[in-house]
Nanobody
Framework: QLQLVESGGGLVQPGGSLRLSCAAS????????IGWFRQAPGKDRERVSC???????NYVDSVKGRFTISRDSAKNTVYLQMNALKPEDTAVYYC?????????????????WGQGTQVTVSS
């Protein structure tokens, strides 16, 4: 059974940092593209970042220069390092996976989702 579990969310002050983890079980992430998405109350879900099977990355403009996505094959985990956090980053963050060798992760339809982790940026 494929499963993704996010962790690392919490409450942080503006300007602070968090690192989200997306741990996979039941499958090997090496064969998958991974996306990080977020959904704030009353807003549509948006893709924040994604990483291809080959390591190519993409970021939404609002997080460029602040967030970094990476993968650790040994731990079968993908991370989202979030720095210089802003109140508008507050949302539930989800990771999702799709098996693909496509080199453009932004065009993929992700079909395996985690349960989400809450990130709240507030003073």
């Amino acid at each position: 059974q494929l499963q993704l579990v996010e962790s690392g969310g919490g409450l942080v002050q503006p300007g602070g940092s968090l690192r989200l983890s997306c741990a996979a079980s039941g499958f090997t992430l090496d064969y998958y593209a991974i996306g990080w998405f977020r959904q704030a109350p009353g807003k549509d879900r948006e893709r924040v970042s994604c990483i291809t099977r080959g390591g190519g990355t993409n970021y939404v403009d609002s997080v460029k220069g602040r967030f970094t996505i990476s993968r650790d094959s040994a731990k079968n985990t993908v991370y989202l390092q979030m720095n210089a956090l802003k109140p508008e980053d507050t949302a539930v963050y989800y990771c999702a996976a799709v098996r693909s060798s496509q080199d453009m992760c932004v065009i993929l339809t992700y079909n395996n989702w985690g349960q989400g982790t809450q990130v709240t940026v507030s003073s």
